[in-house]
């Protein structure tokens, strides 16, 4: 595996995390997931004023902090397999944030990413909102989960903001994965076939379609 840092992105509803550990255990690597608690989250679900600045803020923290601590360890000096990208944070901040709000974000952004380590291969899971959606809807969640889920219109706001910053993303080598009929439910060979993807990347953007 010519990639020692590999992230997977993708909108709310895309898999990250269920594919990031499947392939985790597929390529014997070390998964690094997102930490999804957020305190300000509720209150940015509910409306609350300031509460997208504080769960931004906070996210953006929180995974700078994670990211910086693997690096210390050097754990991404071994096959690493992460469920987040940390430049998609700007995604979130630009869509929830006012000028002056995103002002104070931005600053504070450039410093931080100064620190966080590049990944070798980003694999963004591409859908259609009405996929995303119904993925999401059929969740079991309790009461307390689904205050914590987005808006419909919110989510294809978001998927938008996804496919526009991917389409322009440039950073790194990127596998582009259409996955209306691949998901965390995908067969062995399925995912066999993403492997195979994966190891023959290159520099570029590489668009794959998994086969039904």
Known sequence: MQFRYIAIEGAIGAGKTALAERLGTRLDATVVLDDPENPFLADFYAGRSG???????????????QQTTMQQADLFSQLTVCDYL?????????MNLDDNELFIYQRLYDLLVRDVPHPDLVVYLQAPTDVLLRRIHSRRMDAEAVALQPEDEYLRELNEAYHHFF?????????????SH?????????????????????????????RT
């Open 51 to 65: 509460a997208p600045f504080q769960t931004q803020l906070f996210y953006l923290l929180n995974r700078h902090r």
């Open 182 to 210: 691949f998901d965390s439910s995908a067969s062995d060979e399925a995912l066999e076939e993403l492997v195979k993807q994966v190891r023959t990347m290159g520099p570029g953007t590489r668009y794959y379609v998994p």
């Open 86 to 94: 940390f430049d998609k944070d700007k995604i979130f901040a630009y």
């Open 167 to 179: 389409f322009h993303y440039d950073a790194t080598p990127l596998l582009v994965v259409e996955t």
